[in-house]
Every structure is written in C-alpha cells, then in structure tokens.
C-alpha cells in the first residue's frame, strides 16, 4: 500500500513531465443536489463514508463522483482512476484522514509548477460536495488485478443474466459473495466493483438483469 508521502513525492515527479496539462480544460459543474450538505467550513476528512451517511448517500457519492471524475479527472489520472502514468495514481492514496487532507488539500488549490499549471484550482469552481463525492468514487476502485480470478465466473454469470436464464436470487447471492472479496487499492472497507454494482441492480423489487449484465461487460472490459 502507497503511503501519503509517497503519493505525495509521485505528484511532483510526475507532474513535471506532465506531455497533457490540466490548466487547458475547463472543469465541468457536478449536479450534487442529492447528497447530504456538509457545510460551508472545508473538512479535512471524506463526510460521504457509509459509515457516516448510511448506505444509499454513500452510493448517491460514488455514482456522483463517478460521473464528476470522468468529466474532471480523466484526463490526467485515467480512466476509471487507473493511471497511465501521466499523472499520480489516486487509487492508491489511503481512505483515512491523513489520505483525505492531501487529496483535499491538491483538489483545492491546485498544483502550479514554474509557473505551468499542471492541476487547476478545482475548490470555488465545483465546490466541497463534489469534491468528497469524487474522493469516495476513487477510493472505492478495485486494487489492480483483484477481478482476475473470478473474472471467467463473472462472465458466466455476466451470460446468464444476458440471456434471461439463471435464478436471480442465487445469482445476486453468489455475486455479493464475490463482492465481498474484492479488495480496493485505497484501504477502504468496500469495492464498488462490477461484482458489487450487479448484485445491486438484481436486487430489491425490480430486479434487471439486462443492466446487470451490462454492468459486468462494463466492468471486466475496465479491469483487462
């Protein structure tokens, strides 16, 4: 597990060979209507956790945040947070405090490097909900390699529920099974993964297994 230091040593090195910079984009506003207020004082610890808010604000956060780091962070830091090198690899900056004040700290203020920004100041512009939903979305990612082995059942299952066959109770059982022993990069208790995201959605009165398994194809194809 990368500490915050290091995290913090990886910012500089690889911002100053940063070929693509950020301060060209202009940040694009995150719809945060649906989640909790947390004031106007800036907090130096994620206020979106589930064990803070509960379970559906928290996956209210995650799927916020997926959308605000897609349209913000992308670019630099890699799709579904996976970087390619470019820029510092967020997965991997630890889901406690001490992570929490460096990431808010960068999302904030910005990074400027002999007068080049590399990172825009993203703080007034989308505001404190947006930053913490976008922290929870990062620091739920799958560790690398963590669907490898139950990648082939994945698609088994990602088949069955495709194909309209299955019993969708034991398949939703099998897949908070799997979920469950997913490891995030940051710490954190819970992986928003494919396997995650398809239990939910067979899940409750209306069930879909159509979007379950698109969420799988979604997911796996991401992880390769």
């Known amino acids: 597990m990368m500490n915050v230091g290091n ?5 500089l090195c690889l911002s100053a060979g940063m070929a693509l910079a950020h301060g060209d984009v202009a940040p694009q ?28 604000a928290w996956q209210a956060a ?48 910005g990074y400027t490097q002999n007068g080049i920004t590399k990172m825009p100041e993203f703080g007034e512009l989308l505001g404190q909900k947006a930053a913490w ?23 088994e299952i990602r088949d069955e529920l495709g194909g309209g066959s299955g019993d969708l109770e034991a398949l939703k059982v099998e897949l908070e099974e799997i979920a469950g022993q997913i490891e995030t990069a940051s710490g954190a208790p819970v992986a928003d993964s494919a396997a995650y995201r398809a239990a939910n959605l067979i899940s409750g009165d209306s069930p879909d297994a159509v979007a379950a398994a698109e969420a799988l194809t979604i997911g796996l194809s991401a992880a390769e």
């Open 7 to 11: 995290v913090s040593v990886l910012a």
């Open 133 to 155: 939903a976008i922290r929870t979305y990062i620091e739920t990612r799958p560790d690398d390699g963590a669907l490898e082995e139950v990648t082939p059942r994945l698609k």
């Open 62 to 109: 995650i799927e916020i945040g997926d959308s605000g780091y897609n349209q913000n962070c992308a670019r630099c830091h890699g799709l579904g947070a996976v970087s390619g090198g470019l820029a510092p690899d967020l997965r991997y900056l630890e889901a406690e405090e001490y992570g929490d004040e460096w990431y808010v700290e960068r999302f904030r203020y």
């Open 29 to 56: 506003p995150v719809d945060t209507d649906a989640l909790p207020e947390v004031g106007e004082e800036w907090l130096i610890e994620n206020p979106y956790r589930e064990e803070a808010v509960g379970l559906e």
